[in-house]
Each structure stands twice: as structure tokens, then as C-alpha cells.
């Protein structure tokens, strides 16, 4: 099993910026992938970006490109989001996952909160 615990999240002014981290713990070796989603509230869960161990991305959706930056750290089992000029649009319950490829996220933290006020 492998634990992910989110933290950075908050509540910040348009144009601001936040760095969200997701740690891994557990068994890491099933790790190969980090990623990050988002949910608005009554919307559906959306793919933001995921980092690979070997380093190489998915890139972030279109919404977020130039804004946000997906980073990782293998040595401490981190994935990074850092968000710079944040939009309204950009509040959402943030999730880490992890797993062995895109499309198949076995991990799942359990969120964080960012609020973007206008």
C-alpha cells in the first residue's frame, strides 16, 4: 500500500500563487507515476498534470499551461504543484495519485482545498 498525503492548499487572491506537495509513503516502488486531478464543486474530476520518476511529464491541461508546474522529488517521494496567477476557476479540491502508468492511479490522497477569490 502506498499512503499520499496533500498539503499547501488555501485560500488566495486572484493572481496569486500556491505550491501544493504530495508525499508518498509506504510501498513507493509503485510510485512510477504522480499525478495531480482536481474537482469544482458539481463538476466532474479533472486531470491536471502527472510526472513520471524518470522525470519526463504529461504535461498540465490546456487551461493550466503556464501557470502551473509539475515537479518531483524521488529522494523524498514528493510531487510538487506549484500555481502561479491563479484564477477563480482554478478553485477546486486538489487530489495526489500514484500508481504504475497514466490511466491507472491506484493511490488516491484525500485532498486538498484551494480557493481562489476573485
Known amino acids: 500500500q502506498v499512503q499520499l498525503v496533500e498539503s499547501g492548499g488555501g485560500l488566495v487572491q486572484a493572481g496569486g500563487s500556491l505550491r501544493l506537495s504530495c508525499a508518498a509513503s509506504?510501498?513507493?516502488?509503485?510510485?512510477?507515476?504522480m499525478g495531480w486531478f482536481r474537482q469544482a464543486p458539481g463538476k466532474d474530476r479533472e486531470f491536471v498534470g502527472a510526472?513520471?520518476?524518470?522525470?519526463?511529464?504529461?504535461g498540465v491541461r490546456d487551461s493550466v499551461k503556464g501557470r502551473f508546474t509539475i515537479s518531483r522529488d524521488n529522494a523524498k517521494n514528493t510531487v510538487f504543484l506549484q500555481m502561479n496567477s491563479l484564477k477563480p476557476e482554478d478553485t477546486a479540491i486538489y487530489y495526489c495519485?500514484?500508481?504504475?502508468?497514466?490511466?491507472?492511479?491506484?493511490?488516491w490522497g484525500q485532498g486538498t482545498q484551494v480557493t481562489v477569490s476573485s
Open positions: 495519485a500514484a500508481g504504475e502508468s497514466v490511466g491507472k492511479y491506484d493511490f
Open positions: 509506504g510501498r513507493t516502488v509503485n510510485t512510477n507515476v
Open positions: 510526472m513520471f520518476r524518470s522525470g519526463s511529464t504529461t
